[in-house]
């Protein structure tokens, strides 16, 4: 997982901030995407970026395919703002941690039940995430009890305190 420099924090709770959502929620869906690499690559779809940005999810942003897409916007920061922004923006608003995070992963289930089920097709490429629920405790962490997890929760903590110091 890519380590993150306090301007791209910053980025984060900038994004977060406009999409009127916590940057934890941000943090957690990009760290859990694409360990926050603009160039990661699912390899059982066409998935791609910080995001995971399908080759229909590039094309209804304008571009030819996902590879397109991570090729206009190599670096983390520029692929947020100009990517990852204006696919969220079309979701808004997220009440909820879910309907942030369906909205990149299966938007039609952005207000089902958490127990819901995906077809067997999504299943097959996402190994391990049957239902919502599991999505959802991926992303947030729950289902991964690692080291690095911590090491990842305790970044954030640094980050949020050294953003926040210089406002008291």
Known sequence: MKILSASETKKISAVAKKLNVPGEWLFNLLRFESGFNPSAKNPRSSARGLIQFTDSTAQNLGFDDSAALVRQYPDFSRQLEKAV????????????????????????????????????????????????????????????????????????????????????
């Open 85 to 168: 922004y204006p696919y969220l923006k079309n979701f808004a608003p997220f009440p909820t941690r879910q309907a942030l995070y369906m909205s990149v992963f299966y938007p039609a289930f952005r207000y089902v039940s958490p127990d819901t089920v995906f077809s067997p097709d999504i299943r097959a490429v996402n190994p391990g995430i049957a239902r919502v629920q599991d999505y959802i405790d991926r992303v947030d962490g729950r289902a991964i009890k690692t080291a690095s997890g911590l090491l990842a929760l305790i970044a954030i903590g640094f980050a949020v305190y050294f953003l926040t110091k210089g406002k008291r």
